[in-house]
Structures are given as C-alpha cells and as structure tokens.
C-alpha cells in the first residue's frame, strides 16, 4: 500500500508541484486583486476630497471679492489655477458660474 502511495507520488511529481504553484498563485492573485480594489476605494475617496476643497477654496474667493466688487489680478490667477484641477476631478457645478463671475469682475488696478 505505502509503496503504491509513493509509486503514485513519484509518477506524479510534477502534477502535484503544479497544483500546489497554481494554489499559491491563486491566493496571491486574489490578495493583490484587493489591495488593488483598496487603493482604487481610496484614491476615489481622496479626489473627491481633493474637490470638495477645491470648490471650498473657490467659493470663498468669490464670497470675498464679491463683497469688495472688485477682484485683483492675482486673485484671479489664482481661482484659474484652483479651477482647472477642480474641473479634471469632476467638478462642473455652481463653482463654475462662480469662477466665470469673478473672472468678469473689475480689477482693482482698473
């Protein structure tokens, strides 16, 4: 009996190296599968994030020199270069017409 187990195992050798390589391929397979879903949960997590700050930052510029009525040169350099990221993230929403407005207002050096 014990000699046919090891007859058995030794015509067979290369058979078992294979299932047992798949098997902790397979278990690597999946584990590197979630770390990935993971990173991609947390990355969506830190770009809308990212937006909402944007669009905080930009809404406060407005509010600021919408009070003052005029918007100096550099302010509005500034909400361009806030915009343009907020808008690759996604954003398109009222920080748009926003930006426009303030974009529209007069300089101070005018």
């Not at 406060?60 to 040169?73: A, Q, S, T």
């Not at 350099?77 to 207002?105: C, F, S, W």
Request: hydrophobic share 45%; net charge neutral.
């Amino acid at each position: 009996m014990i000699a046919g187990l090891i007859e058995f195992f030794l015509e067979n050798w290369m058979e078992w190296l294979m299932m047992g390589i798949l098997s902790v391929a397979s278990v690597w397979h999946r584990k590197v599968m979630k770390a990935i879903s993971d990173d991609k949960i947390k990355y969506k997590a830190v770009a809308r994030g990212v937006e909402a700050l944007l669009r905080d930052r930009i809404i406060d510029c407005y509010n600021k020199y919408e009070k003052k009525g005029v918007c100096p040169i550099y302010a509005k350099e500034n909400v361009k270069r806030l915009y343009i990221p907020y808008h690759e993230l996604g954003g398109n929403d009222v920080a748009t017409e926003l930006v426009e407005q303030l974009l529209q207002m007069p300089s101070a050096n005018n």
